[in-house]
């Protein structure tokens, strides 16, 4: 059995931070790709940022400069620290891992988190 585990969602004033993590859980050999969607209410999921196994980002073009991804791969866990929220942030932000493989056990081509609620809000 394999998981994802969001935290760090909440209620933040426009312009200010805060941080999510994303912890896999499970008997995990290796992840390629970690990464944070989200989804606004009536709109589409969309890509946030992913970070490959090596370091290597892709973010949203919209997002570049405010929203930071890491990970780390010894405890298979991926952050994302937001700062400047806006108030079209606000969304279920979801975590996504690509390429999981588990020991002795199946690889899964894409796991997702249950999410975690951002609100941005005065």
């Known amino acids: 059995q394999v998981d994802l585990v969001e935290s760090g969602g909440g209620l933040v004033q426009p312009g200010g931070s805060l941080g999510l993590s994303c912890a896999a859980s499970?008997?995990?050999?290796?992840?390629?790709?970690m990464g944070w969607y989200r989804q606004a209410p009536g709109k589409q999921r969309e890509l946030v940022a992913s970070?490959?196994?090596?370091?290597?980002?892709n973010y949203a073009d919209s997002l570049k400069g405010r929203f930071t991804i890491s990970r780390d791969n010894a405890r298979n866990t991926v952050y994302l620290q937001m700062n400047s929220l806006k108030h079209e942030d606000t969304a279920v932000y979801l975590c996504?891992?690509?390429?999981?493989?588990?020991?002795?056990?199946?690889?899964?081509?894409?796991?997702w988190g249950q999410g975690t609620q951002v609100t941005v809000s005065s």
């Open positions: 970070i490959t196994r090596g370091g290597a980002t």
């Open positions: 499970g008997r995990i050999f290796s992840i390629n790709t």
């Open positions: 996504n891992a690509e390429g999981l493989r588990v020991y002795s056990g199946p690889r899964y081509d894409s796991i």
